[in-house]
């Protein structure tokens, strides 16, 4: 059963929260649990925690490892343990 989303709900810093675009209300399209979002319809997209912009770059193209750069934005660079990029790993979702 998909949990109840809060109205509402509290984005984490400058994340964004969007309907999952995989599933309809949690359930995917077999009628199982969706793995995108958990089960839970909603996901959460982490942004720069300078300027909020979505768009940013993994610095080595595939992880946090290396750190990220805000690619449209500010260009600020940070780091996977800068405060405001933790933040938005909310585990409420």
Known sequence: ????????????????????????????????????CNGNGTQIWRACPRCGDLAF?????RDETAGMRCRLGC???????DPGWRLQQSTAF
């Open 1 to 36: 059963m998909t949990a109840e989303t809060p109205s509402p709900l509290a984005v984490p810093g400058p994340a964004h929260v969007q309907v999952c675009p995989d599933c309809a209300t949690g359930i995917d399209s077999d009628g199982d649990q969706c793995t995108s």
């Open 57 to 61: 770059d993994y610095i080595n193209g």
């Open 75 to 81: 260009g600020h660079r940070w780091r996977a343990d």
